[in-house]
């Protein structure tokens, strides 16, 4: 993920880059609700948004209003209005931040695929505007589009009519973001860094006034996805990493960042099923404490348990019939492999 501009930000904003943990324990790592907005002002919005107050007549503006309005009418689709079948291949993902690809490789993702399978296609329309090209891209609806392009199925969307410009765009992607029921710190973070990135705000705090958050809050967020590639591929799913946690990460890599990623890369390679919590305490090294047994089951049958000691090391514990030479050697052979350090003998 490419740095934002330092040269973009105020001095108080550089420096709360530079500090990692100064004014950011104020507030809680939930997300801020989205606020109302109202029909106003939107024409001149790109000349007007560079002050503050011209920011929240742009949120309030009438474009924004109709954003929302169909949003809520995308959700509750009836068939009454206009859409198009579209080459899926034709239409991409937004520049603006979407989601991550590890979205796209989830359990939950694979049964929401099966879902559209069945249905022969997405039901509730995507929402896309025209580029250059011949192509379109989209503002909401990046998992109904991947699952229908997966699948070799056109996706069924509504074409939005005259001109969305990017700024209108994030709006929307903002809005309809927000507006799940648990929105993440990095796929709000991932959009407003690609947001500043892109020019369309000049400085945290302008953007912030744009949408109606904290400037505290837009910090947060974009701390949590400017972790580096290697940290975010350690976790299961990028979207349970919260601010509290990229804190803690960032002082770390300050500290010794070769040794964080280190670590970070064998998380990855020994497969997943750990919590966030779990996965931040493994990155820094930090023994979680002694632990109660876990027994050790195949095929409905106990062959031992593990737990964790006062140190945190992987203490386990074997059947007696099970502690022979040769099947202490094989399993050797399985922990190196586990653990990414191993190799198949032949």
Known sequence: ???????????????????????????????????AQPPGL??????????????????????????????????????????????PAKVRATRLGGRHESTFQSQAFRRFKALIQQTGGNVQP????EVPGLEYEIAFGHRRHRACLELGLPVLAVVWQGPM??????????AENRGRQNPSAFDQGTMYAAALEARIFDS???????IGVSHTWVLKAIKVASLPESVINAFDDPCQIQPRHARQIAVAL????????????????SGGGSSASEVVDRLLARSPGASAATPLVSQKRLFGSWRRDAKGRAVITLEAELGTPAFMRKLEMLLGLAAGIGQVET
């Open 254 to 269: 300050d500290a010794d960042s070769g040794a964080v990623l280190k670590r970070a890369a064998m998380i990855s390679s």
């Open 204 to 210: 945290h705090r302008s953007l912030a006034r744009a």
């Open 165 to 174: 410009p990017d700024l209108e765009l994030f709006a929307a992607m903002d």
């Open 126 to 129: 995507i929402l896309v505007r």
């Open 42 to 87: 939107g024409r001149q919005a790109r000349r007007l948004l560079r002050t503050g107050v011209a920011a929240m007549r742009y949120v309030n503006s009438t474009v924004q209003a109709k954003l929302t309005e169909l949003q809520r009418r995308l959700e509750t689709f009836d068939g009454s209005m206009p859409t198009v079948k579209l080459d």
């Open 1 to 35: 993920m490419s740095r934002l501009d330092e040269g973009s930000k105020s001095a108080p904003e550089r420096s709360a880059r530079r500090s990692r943990t100064a004014g950011l324990d104020t507030e809680s790592d939930a997300p801020p609700p989205t606020p």
